[in-house]
């Protein structure tokens, strides 16, 4: 069982930055590949980022390109995800999540351990 704790999210203006982090519970966090989500109202839980276990390989959604950048810690069992040139589009909850899947992965059903998420509203 691994339980994960976000926190960096609030309320920012448009074009202004946020660094979430993500705090996990085991120090195993260094054998599983991560992913930041994302669930505005109304709307699927969506991929926003993903890393490897080792910090290899990354994935970003098309929207948060030359944005966002998705980086982890395993010393410290951290992952973060830090957020630049925010739009009014960003706003949402983000969740952190991890998965036991070896690789990297978009999918929301591939994560077995998920934290309770962040609300980020940008204000235009």
């Known amino acids: 069982q691994v339980q994960l704790l976000e926190s960096g999210g609030g309320l920012v203006q448009a074009g202004g930055s946020l660094r979430l982090s993500c705090a996990a519970s085991?120090?195993?966090?260094?054998?599983?590949?991560m992913g930041w989500f994302r669930q505005a109202p109304g709307k699927e839980r969506d991929i926003v980022a993903a890393?490897?276990?080792?910090?290899?390989?990354?994935y970003y959604t098309d929207s948060v390109k030359g944005r966002f950048t998705i980086s982890r810690d395993n010393d410290e069992n951290t992952l973060y995800l830090q957020m630049n040139n925010l739009k009014s589009e960003d706003t949402a909850v983000y969740y952190c999540?991890?998965?036991?899947?070896?690789?990297?992965?978009?999918?929301?059903?591939?994560?077995?351990?998920w934290g309770q998420g962040t609300q980020v509203t940008v204000s235009s």
């Open positions: 890393i490897s276990w080792n910090d290899a390989t990354t």
């Open positions: 999540a991890a998965t036991g899947f070896t690789g990297i992965w978009t999918e929301p059903g591939r994560y077995n351990y």
């Open positions: 085991r120090r195993t966090f260094g054998t599983y590949a």
